[in-house]
């Protein structure tokens, strides 16, 4: 199978270090988190990986080309934006995606079973799967259910929200491609809203997979705290 890694972020919640380090290269423990997804990529059986890139673009590009140890692992292409073009429009300018293919953003840890989420895909017959976690979301405010009548009915105070949210990695059909314009700026929420009025099936599948979204701080955060403990992402260096 072929995937697409979406590196072309500027990670902004993570300035001033994403200044002038592009967010997929930032360490956990002694490697970049895009090494540590390209290897879990490639443990799941992706042969070849497509790059959309735009800041920073070329020292993406020298770290994968310029590690042996990562260079060797798969077949590289690059796609550079000539102006940002969203989080779903740079796949309309990336060629040969004409079978099944994954899309993952670059600054994503995970131990999804990358195998188990492309059958998944294709068993639902879907044109688009969206890969799912379910993620406690603190407020930091009371909460009042109010009637029609306007009387407090409950007040919880600070509560814990559950919602699915997307983990950043997608089953695509080649048909969803048709939605995507050239040249145009389309963003993932866009191009699903799309789909659904369109009649075409969109899938989730929800799993409990680690995962952490490394431009998050918070997050970032944690992925450290765990390496340091040394816990393992993804497959061995030599693996």
């Given at each position: 199978?072929?995937?697409?890694?979406?590196?072309?972020?500027?990670?902004?919640?993570?300035?001033?270090?994403?200044?002038?380090?592009?967010?997929?290269?930032?360490?956990?423990?002694?490697?970049?988190?895009?090494?540590?997804?390209?290897?879990?990529?490639?443990?799941?059986?992706?042969?070849?990986?497509?790059?959309?890139?735009?800041?920073?673009?070329?020292?993406?590009?020298?770290?994968?080309?310029?590690?042996?140890?990562?260079r060797?692992?798969?077949?590289?292409?690059?796609?550079?934006?000539?102006?940002?073009?969203?989080?779903?429009?740079?796949?309309?300018?990336?060629?040969?995606?004409?079978?099944?293919?994954?899309?993952?953003?670059?600054?994503?840890?995970?131990?999804l079973?990358?195998?188990?989420?492309?059958?998944?895909?294709?068993?639902?017959?879907?044109?688009?799967?969206?890969?799912?976690?379910?993620?406690?979301?603190?407020?930091?405010l009371?909460?009042?259910?109010?009637?029609?009548?306007?009387?407090?009915?409950?007040?919880?105070?600070?509560?814990?929200?559950?919602?699915?949210?997307?983990?950043?990695?997608?089953?695509?059909?080649?048909?969803?491609?048709?939605?995507?314009?050239?040249?145009?700026?389309?963003?993932?929420?866009?191009?699903?809203?799309?789909?659904?009025?369109?009649?075409?099936?969109?899938?989730?599948?929800?799993?409990?997979?680690?995962?952490?979204?490394?431009?998050?701080?918070?997050?970032?955060?944690?992925?450290?705290?765990?390496?340091?403990?040394?816990?393992?992402?993804?497959?061995?260096?030599?693996?």
């Amino acid at each position: 199978m072929k995937a697409v890694i979406l590196a072309g972020g500027r990670g902004r919640r993570l300035a001033p270090f994403t200044v002038a380090f592009p967010k997929p290269l930032v360490p956990v423990g002694d490697r970049a988190v895009l090494e540590i997804l390209i290897r879990s990529l490639v443990a799941a059986g992706i042969t070849e990986i497509t790059f959309a890139v735009d800041h920073l673009a070329e020292l993406i590009m020298a770290y994968v080309e310029g590690h042996p140890e990562v260079r060797d692992l798969a077949r590289y292409r690059f796609v550079r934006d000539v102006k940002p073009s969203g989080t779903a429009g740079p796949l309309s300018r990336i060629e040969g995606l004409d079978e099944t293919f994954l899309v993952c953003n670059g600054d994503l840890l995970t131990g999804l079973d990358f195998r188990a989420l492309v059958d998944h895909h294709r068993q639902s017959g879907a044109t688009l799967t969206v890969a799912t976690h379910r993620k406690p979301v603190k407020l930091g405010l009371g909460v009042l259910d109010i009637n029609e009548q306007g009387r407090v009915a409950r007040y919880i105070e600070k509560p814990t929200m559950h919602y699915d949210v997307s983990m950043g990695v997608y089953v695509y059909e080649p048909r969803a491609l048709a939605y995507i314009p050239k040249g145009e700026y389309l963003d993932f929420p866009d191009l699903v809203t799309r789909l659904v009025d369109a009649g075409e099936p969109v899938s989730a599948w929800r799993n409990d997979a680690y995962w952490l979204d490394i431009g998050n701080p918070d997050d970032y955060a944690r992925a450290q705290e765990d390496a340091a403990a040394g816990r393992v992402f993804g497959p061995p260096a030599n693996g």
